[in-house]
Every structure is written in structure tokens, then in C-alpha cells.
């Protein structure tokens, strides 16, 4: 790691740590630069040619990683989006005469756009239909390029594809090779920013745990179409260096196995890693050198190489962990200024009036209706199978009711879908804590404020003043809240390596960063510790002492004794009584069905909700 | 003229309907949409028509041995590329990868072998795929009855999930944690399944051999038809996917007559873009649409 320890006795360790680190950053610059310089100085054309394609290779592969490493959707037709910038920058340079930047632009406009108008409808559906409608799509567009021959020239292609110029002066092969190699350097640093904003952690949310991006107001169908748009739009651009690189272009050029191949690349280098497509590209340009003799056998190689890689290394090179000790250590962070936890963003009471659902027939609620105050915990109790989760996930809109209202102050919640929801200010934990085991603590935390997060994409992209402010007070927040649940020295481990209280308590950090009016908890207190669960109690009651709303279901009877001010009992689908605690857990009829007392007949029902 | 285009299209549409079928099959119990499908089809043709051609086996031994074998493949596929993903994580995408480059193994390494000059099949005896004499049109005896064995098939098919072995393979697809409580192995009916629907595949590669000829290029084609028609259909309803795949093919064969056979694909890419637009789950009711 990267502990330095203080040069100079008078230099406070974290900004020794932070010359560590921009020092560490200089020279990795520096090699950069070096390495991006190398086929300059390599002797005859061919180098500089390979390493052209090269960059423009790399620049589909940084696309798809964002695709399918990050936001997971696997693309088999990155080729197609390729093909298109190619076919529109060159068939504009040669027929329609204009100008490279002005027909690149174009290009990288119908790769993205007609790539959404195909990939809109599967983005909705499983990740296979989205797999399948692009290789169907990859196959179409090779189709269209060798049929369609008054626009594409058919199955010669188009020739004599000028370079781009600058002021009237084409540019050399240097010079063509020097502005991909900018372009994959902007690409790369525009890929790491997002991927390190809030988009990127909506992105691993929606591919490793869509239920929890979900309740934290994410709508997965916006960040997918994001990140596809992102990748369309790296590999429009691709192809326009791709037809200026090779001059000719063929229908034959970008076949199925071109698009495979790029997945190939990225899974070499690692899925969902930063420098996973860098490397990939690299140790594909290096490949065929060895695999000379084998080259009839180059797609079968590729097979064996995906199926064993995603076997035994699915996390490809750029994963492996003798790289770990290299990774820059995050510059230093300075402690949270104390301040009072935020409070919501309005308090808000909740109305759920005579809801009711069927699951294929059987009754999970038959008519369900509660008040919860604002500022107060309500607690919603009753045997397994009464209804209690399914209310649950009706209020937050992981469920749509059969009838029924569910109202948060003027909002009317029934049919709006659960992100929706999230961002009307309803936060909730699951039953089983739904953290993402491989990010941060901390990540977790600011994944659920990211609705609160104002940078737009292009802001992130650019590192305007906004993104930053955004990614301070994200991060200011989430440590305030980490040392609400008593966790803040754990914000920097992997959220899958906590103890599974303590996951619990990250997930209610998570749900109330967001400032919601109202918090639903499922079953906090299952599997507590008795020191956790009287922690647990403290923290409820100071988070609806701040004047949220706190829905709460819960066994543990004396736990809501103690911290809600009114209790609901659920029983098959209905409500038995009403009331403060008090009250309720002397009512005969909820001894009867709860503690099934009376007769010896217990009207527990074993279902589950 | 107009009877020709049917007959072709719904012989061409039941075999689509019937690779539809293959990943019902193996989809139910694991929730994976295996990418060599089209591969296995393939092996069961090639299979089937090499014993036939160079071996001179009796045609019913050799469908029998090609099921059987791509039935065994297909097992070894969900071992070796299907279970040992899920098991790390139920959730991930990486089977897709990893059924991609069985098929990518399986397509080269049988091009290297075979070659890739089809092979002519003839249909077996007494059906016949010359034109019968029926006024003017070229329909024959073997596409006749390759659309009523689909349909046996389907109704077959169905039947079968009727069955308690049926029902078990649709408990497990509907709920894995619930079966395994009722005393159901999940393990044993996604290994059966995926069996089931390699010797499924087989079998559909033998009935499309004297159609379409066996060659290594049918794969490819017939896993995006395939999927069209499952996707088309409704995942998981049989009917829906046969009625897709004649729905596909008559698409595809009046598109052949007016446009040119090169943008068959591109009229069905919109066809299907059009349904999952409109209806997501697919023209019948389908697993999808419970899943939310």
C-alpha cells in the first residue's frame, strides 16, 4: 500500500499521503505517455498502421466494457455499431465529400441512434433477449451492407477513403496514429470519471442486484440505456478511424467474429475493469504474432479461450491480484466535519388505505390499512404469511396491488414503479441485507443517495465543478451516516466482507441517504445480536425522532414495544387490531392468532409472503 | 404460386418453431437460453447424415445415435459451461459467454473436421421431396410431413410436462428453493432437461437435413430463428413458439418473393423488435411476464 510515512515531521500524515499519491499519478503519466510515443519511434509504416487499429480497437473495447462489464448486458454486435460508423464516415467522405470531424460526428450519430431504436425494446426484458437481439442485428447490418447497393456499394465496399485533413492538409499516418491515441486517452479518462460517479455505481447496482438499485431510485432501464448509448457512441467513432485507417472498407470487414472479438478482448483483459480493455486490446495485437502458424484455427481458439477464461479467471487479466499492490491507494480523505444527521426531505404521514393482492389466486392481502404519523415508528406485526412483506412491497412499488391506495403526504405511490417511488422519499431495507458485496462500504451508502446527486453525465464526463461538489458532499454524507449506524471505520472495506448485522446496518445508512420521508425496514432485528438489537432500537428511535416516517416490520415483540408509538397486526391477509402497543398486544384476538394462545389451536399459517 | 410460399414457409417455420421448442426445454429448469442450440441442431444433422452417407446405417439407427450423442454433449455443456457459473453467481450473465463459445468450439471444430460442403439428405422412405403432382405447385410428400410431425411433436411435448416428471421440471422452473423442499433434486431435472433438449435438437437437425441440407452453417441461422420464434412465442410456451416459427417463416418467405432472400433477416429483426415493443412477454403468456 501506499503509507508513506511523513517525510517531513512538520508535513500532518495525509498530505505526505497526498504527495505520495500525485507523485505516484506523475509517473504513471509519464509512462503513459512514453508507451503512447513508442510506435512513433518504430522504424517503417507498419507498426504506426497496426497501431492505429490498435487504438481504434481499444476505443470499441473501453465502449464495451462499459456495456458489459459495468452495466452487464452482453453485446454481440458491437461490430454492427463499428460497421455503421465506418460505412457513414466513409460513404459521406467519398460520395457526399465532406469533411472527416464533420462525417465522424455523423457516424458516431447513426451508430448510437439506430442502435437504441434496436436495442430500446430488449432493454426491458432479460439480458439474453439484448444478447441475441444484437447478434441478430450484427447479422442484419452485414446483410444490408452487401444488399443495399445503391447506398453501400454492395460486396466491394467503398474505396479510396481519403485521410482526414486539417485546413486543406491531410494528415499523416503520424498524425492520424497521434489523434486516436488522444481519443483513447480522452475515452479513458472519460470512462473512468463515470464509472467512478454516480452512473458507474448505478451500473454495477443494476447488473449485480437490480432490487437494490431499484430501491434506491435507480431506473434500470435509463442507466442500461446509458451505458449502451456510451459504448454506441465509442464505437461510432471507432469505426470512423477505422475507415480512414484501412482506406477500403468491405461488407466482409465486420462479420460476426469482429463483434465477438471484442468481447473476447475485454473478457482477456476484465470485465468491469478499468484497465481491462486496455489490456486486452494490447494482448491481442500481440497474440497473432505467436499464434502464426495456427491462424486457420483463430475462432476456435477463441471459444476455448472465452469458455476457459470465464471458467477459471472471470475476471481476466487486469483482476488478477498480483496487481493489487500497484493500485494507487485513494488520496486521503479528510474526517467528516460533525455535524447533525440531515433531516428528511419533508415530513410526510403514510396512508395505505384497503389495499389488497392475489398471487395467481391465493390471497396475500385481503384488505390492508394503516396510518403511520410522521416523526413516529409504526410497526406492522403478524404471523409469517399474513401479508406483512407483501404490504411492504406494495408501498414501495416492488409490487402493484390488486386495489387498494397507498398515499405519502399529497402523493398518490399505487402504480408508479419502485424507483419512482424511491424518489418521492421512501427508502427500505430487504429482509435479507441486498448490499453490493464488492464495492465499498461507502459506495453503498452514496448508491443510495444517488438520486440526491445533481451532475449530469456530461458535467461527470468533463469534471466540471459540479461532479466534483457532487462526489464531496456525496461522500461527506455518506460518512455521516456510517458514523450514525457506528460503522464510518469500515468505509472503505468491501460491504460482502462485513459481519451480517453489520451489512444490515449499512443497508439502513443506504436507504436513509436519500433524506427519505419514509423508512421501511423488513425485519431489521432477525439474526441480532442482543447488544445489536439494542443498538438497532437506539438508532430507529433517532431516525423518527429527526421526523422521518418509520415503517417497520418486525417478530421481535419487545423491540416494538419499546421504540413504535402505534402497532398494526396482520392476520391472513387482514387487519386484526390497531392501536399503541399497549393496546394491542392485550387485544384477545391478537393473542389468539399471533401467540397462538387459547384451545391449543394455533392459526399460525406457515406461507411464505 | 401462393400454396408454394405456404408449404415452404410453414416447413421452414416448424423447424424454427422446433429449435424454439429445444430452448424451452433447457430454459425451464435453469433459466439459461443456451447459445449452441443452433450448433446442436446442427450436430444432429450432420451426425445423422454422415452415418446415413459414408457409414450406409438405416436412417432410424442413425437418428437414434445422433440423439443419444448430442443428448450427451448437451449434458456435458451444462456441467462443464452452465452449472459451475450459476453456482458462483445465479444472477451474472456469464453463461452467455460461456454457451457463445461452446458454440463457437463446437461450429469450428466440426468445419475443421467435415469440411464445409453440405451434405444432400434424402428424405426416408416413402416420403420424398420431390414435387408432388398437384396442379402447378412444387410441395412434396417430406414437407407435408415435416409440418404434421412438428405439430405431433408440440402436442408431444406438452403432454409431456403434464407428466409427474413434467410437473417437477415445472416447479423447479417456477420456484428451485420451493422443489427442492418437496423432495425435487433441481440438480437432476436441469441435467435431464438439458439431455432432453440436446436429443430435441438432434432430432430437429434430422428433420431439417433433406430441407435445408446438412452443413456446418446451419447453427447460426437456425439459433437467431430459433430465438425469434421463442421470443416471438413467449419463453416457455411450445404452442406460442410453433406458432411464431409459421409466423416467421410465411414473414420470411413473402419477404424472400418481394424484397430479395438478403433481407430475411432484417424483416425479422423488425417483426421482433415490433412484439417485444408491444407485447414483452411474447404473443402467448409466457414465464417472463411472472418474473417481475
Known amino acids: 500500500m501506499d503509507q508513506t510515512p511523513a517525510l517531513n515531521p512538520t508535513t500532518p500524515p495525509a498530505a505526505a499521503h497526498a504527495t505520495a499519491w500525485h507523485r505516484h499519478a506523475a509517473l504513471g503519466w509519464t509512462l503513459l505517455l512514453v508507451a503512447l510515443a513508442l510506435p512513433l519511434a518504430a522504424p517503417g509504416t507498419f507498426t504506426l498502421f497496426l497501431a492505429t487499429q490498435a487504438g481504434a480497437m481499444m476505443l470499441v473495447a473501453i465502449g464495451l466494457n462499459v456495456l458489459t462489464g459495468y452495466a452487464g448486458l452482453v453485446s454481440l454486435g458491437h461490430g454492427a455499431l463499428v460497421a455503421l460508423g465506418s460505412y457513414t464516415t466513409a460513404l459521406l467522405m467519398v460520395d457526399a465529400h465532406w469533411s472527416f470531424w464533420s462525417a465522424a460526428l455523423a457516424g458516431m450519430a447513426v451508430a448510437s441512434v439506430s442502435g437504441l431504436v434496436m436495442a430500446l425494446p430488449a432493454l426491458r426484458l432479460s439480458s439474453w433477449y439484448f444478447a441475441l437481439v444484437t447478434l441478430t442485428f450484427s447479422q442484419v447490418v452485414t446483410d444490408l451492407a452487401v444488399e443495399w447497393r445503391g447506398l453501400t456499394h454492395g460486396f466491394s465496399g467503398v474505396v479510396g477513403i481519403p485521410p482526414p485533413s486539417i485546413a486543406g492538409r491531410p494528415l499523416t499516418p503520424a498524425e492520424v496514429y497521434v489523434t486516436v491515441a488522444l481519443c483513447v486517452v480522452l475515452a479513458f479518462i472519460v470512462v473512468r470519471r463515470l464509472v467512478a460517479s454516480r452512473f458507474g455505481r448505478s451500473m454495477v447496482a443494476a447488473r449485480d442486484n437490480p432490487l437494490a438499485a431499484s430501491a434506491s431510485g435507480i431506473s434500470l432501464w435509463r442507466i442500461k440505456l446509458f451505458a449502451f448509448f456510451v459504448s454506441a457512441l465509442l464505437a461510432g467513432l471507432a469505426g470512423a478511424f477505422f475507415a480512414v485507417q484501412k482506406t477500403v472498407i468491405t461488407p466482409e470487414d465486420f462479420g460476426t467474429d469482429f463483434s465477438i472479438f471484442f468481447l473476447l478482448m475485454i473478457v482477456v483483459g476484465g470485465l468491469g475493469r478499468l484497465w481491462g480493455p486496455v489490456v486486452g486490446t494490447l494482448i491481442f495485437f500481440l497474440l497473432p504474432e505467436l499464434l502464426g502458424p495456427l491462424q486457420s484455427w483463430r475462432v476456435l481458439v477463441y471459444g476455448v479461450a472465452l469458455l476457459t477464461l470465464m471458467l477459471y479467471a472471470p475476471h481476466g487479466v487486469a483482476g488478477m491480484t498480483l496487481w493489487r499492490r500497484w493500485r494507487a491507494a485513494a488520496p486521503p480523505r479528510d474526517a467528516p466535519a460533525a455535524r447533525d444527521l440531515d433531516p428528511p426531505r419533508a415530513a410526510l404521514a403514510l396512508h395505505i388505505d384497503a389495499i389488497a393482492k392475489q398471487f395467481d389466486g391465493v390471497v396475500a392481502l385481503e384488505c390492508c390499512s394503516l396510518v403511520a404519523q410522521p416523526g413516529a415508528t409504526h410497526a406492522l406485526v403478524g404471523p409469517n404469511g399474513s401479508g406483512k412483506t407483501t404490504t411492504l412491497n406494495v408501498v414501495s412499488g416492488f409490487i402493484a396491488a390488486d386495489s387498494g391506495r397507498v398515499r405519502l403526504g399529497d402523493h398518490d405511490l399505487a402504480g408508479r414503479p419502485a424507483h419512482a417511488i424511491a424518489r418521492l422519499g421512501v427508502g427500505r431495507t430487504f429482509q435479507t441485507p441486498k448490499l453490493l458485496g464488492e464495492m465499498s462500504v461507502l459506495d453503498n451508502v452514496r448508491l443510495g443517495g444517488a438520486a440526491a446527486e445533481r451532475a449530469t453525465a456530461l458535467e461527470v464526463a468533463l469534471g466540471l465543478p459540479r461532479s466534483a461538489r457532487d462526489a464531496r458532499d456525496g461522500t461527506a454524507a455518506a460518512l455521516q451516516l456510517l458514523r450514525f449506524v457506528g460503522l464510518d471505520a469500515r468505509a472503505d472495506d468491501a460491504a460482502g466482507a462485513l459481519p451480517h448485522g453489520q451489512q444490515r446496518l449499512v443497508e439502513i445508512a443506504r436507504a436513509l441517504a436519500s433524506r427519505p420521508s419514509l423508512l421501511l425496514l423488513d425485519e431489521p432485528a432477525a439474526g441480532l445480536s442482543m447488544d445489536e438489537l439494542d443498538r438497532l432500537g437506539t438508532l430507529i428511535e433517532s431516525i423518527a425522532a429527526r421526523g422521518t416516517t418509520v415503517l417497520i416490520v418486525e417478530h421481535h415483540l419487545e423491540l416494538i414495544a419499546r421504540i413504535s408509538r402505534s402497532v398494526t397486526v396482520l392476520d391472513r391477509g387482514r387487519v386484526l387490531a390497531a392501536g399503541t402497543p399497549d393496546e394491542v398486544f392485550r387485544h384477545p384476538d391478537v393473542e389468539r392468532a399471533y401467540m397462538g394462545r387459547e384451545g391449543g389451536r394455533p392459526t399460525m399459517k406457515r406461507r411464505s409472503s | ?292
Open chain 2, 1 to 292: 404460386m401462393v400454396l408454394d410460399l405456404v408449404v415452404s414457409g410453414l416447413t421452414a417455420g416448424s423447424l424454427y418453431g422446433l429449435v424454439a421448442v429445444g430452448f424451452n426445454i433447457l430454459y425451464r429448469p435453469t433459466k439459461v437460453f443456451n447459445f449452441a442450440q443452433g450448433d446442436l441442431v446442427m450436430l444432429g444433422a450432420m451426425g445423422a447424415a454422415l452415418l446415413m452417407a459414408r457409414a450406409h446405417w438405416h436412417w432410424t439407427f442413425a437418428l437414434l445415435a445422433a440423439c443419444a450423442a448430442v443428448g450427451a454433449l448437451a449434458w456435458i455443456e451444462e456441467r462443464v459451461a452452465v452449472t459451475t457459473v450459476l453456482a458462483r453467481s445465479s444472477s451474472g450473465t456469464a453463461w452467455i459467454i460461456t454457451t457463445l463459445a461452446v458454440s463457437m468450439i463446437i461450429a469450428n471444430l466440426v468445419g475443421k473436421l467435415l469440411g464445409a460442403e453440405p451434405i444432400i439428405v434424402p428424405a426416408p422412405w416413402p416420403l420424398s421431396t420431390d414435387a408432388l403432382p398437384i396442379a402447378g405447385a412444387s410441395v412434396s410428400s417430406y414437407q407435408l410431413a415435416l409440418i404434421a410431425l412438428a405439430l405431433v411433436l408440440v402436442v408431444a411435448i406438452e403432454r409431456m410436462y403434464r407428466s409427474l416428471w413434467g410437473k417437477a421440471a415445472l416447479a423447479v422452473a417456477e420456484d428451485r428453493d420451493a422443489a427442492l423442499l418437496r423432495g425435487i433434486d433441481p440438480a437432476a431435472i436441469s441435467r435431464w432437461s438439458w439431455a432432453l433438449g440436446g436429443a430435441f435438437a438432434a432430432l430437429t437437425g434430422y428433420m431439417a437435413a433433406p430441407v435445408l441440407s446438412a452443413s456446418t452453417t446451419l447453427g447460426g441461422a437456425l439459433l437467431l430463428k430459433g430465438f425469434a420464434a421463442a421470443a416471438i412465442g413467449g419463453l416457455g410456451s411450445n404452442r406460442g413458439a410453433l406458432i411464431a416459427g409459421w409466423i416467421i417463416g410465411l414473414t420470411e418467405a413473402s419477404a424472400a418473393l418481394l424484397l430479395s432472400p438478403g433481407y430475411q433477416n432484417a424483416v425479422m429483426l423488425l417483426v421482433v423488435l415490433t412484439v417485444l415493443l408491444v407485447r414483452p412477454g411474447g404473443i402467448v403468456s409466457s414465464l417472463e411476464a411472472r418474473t417481475v
